[in-house]
């Protein structure tokens, strides 16, 4: 798999591009990742890469230009599945997303910044539109980076073990059960002794009453979907 991350800030992506998981997939060649600055396609000696929008609004918006040319340049080497633009009113990101972008082989993700962008990167240039949820960020470099996370650790090898993932939340549109480890009593608070009696088939019930249990109480409206 490849991303490709347009963004006019790759300094914050450095961190969260270069370790755990994400770093570990890089290494067993299950993905490579290039951030691209986007400052490096303008076509000004100012490398401006935003203007003032038409019609007064307050705020700055990112041109369409250097966009453009990014996302050329990067399609004239290879073919892309999706050209994801990270915007507070795009998609909500889901588990079930990031199980199908992990299918994909090539994608392109465009960073939001400022006010936005010119409306016809949106209607011209991108395939989807994310958000990671209902609230405004700086930019979309973060985003960015939760989309990545999301969707590298799903990718076959990643995770040693690949059944962990499976149990994670919301595979199942519920909440995942209690975990618990060593050791079985600690000052008195004990593990669930069902967790401790080797029957699979109680335990395996015990966790899906669990998930239901939590999922009911935390997160009703993952049942009601």
Known sequence: MRIDIITVLPEMLQGPLDCSIIERAKKKGLVEIEVHNLRDYTENKHRKVDDYPFGGEAGMV??????????SALKAKRDYDEVIF??????????PMANSLSLLNNIIILCGHY???DYRVRE????????????????GELPAAVITDAVVRLLPGAIGDEQSALSDSFQDNLLAPPVYTRPADYKGWRVPDILLSGHEARIAQWRLDQALERTRRLRPDLLSD
């Open 124 to 139: 011209h240039l991108v395939t989807m539109e994310i958000s990671i949820g209902d609230y405004v960020l700086t930019g």
């Open 62 to 71: 990112m041109g369409i230009q250097p966009i453009d040319a990014c996302i």
């Open 115 to 117: 006010k936005g962008v």
């Open 86 to 95: 990270t915007s507070p009113d795009g998609q909500l990101l889901t588990q």
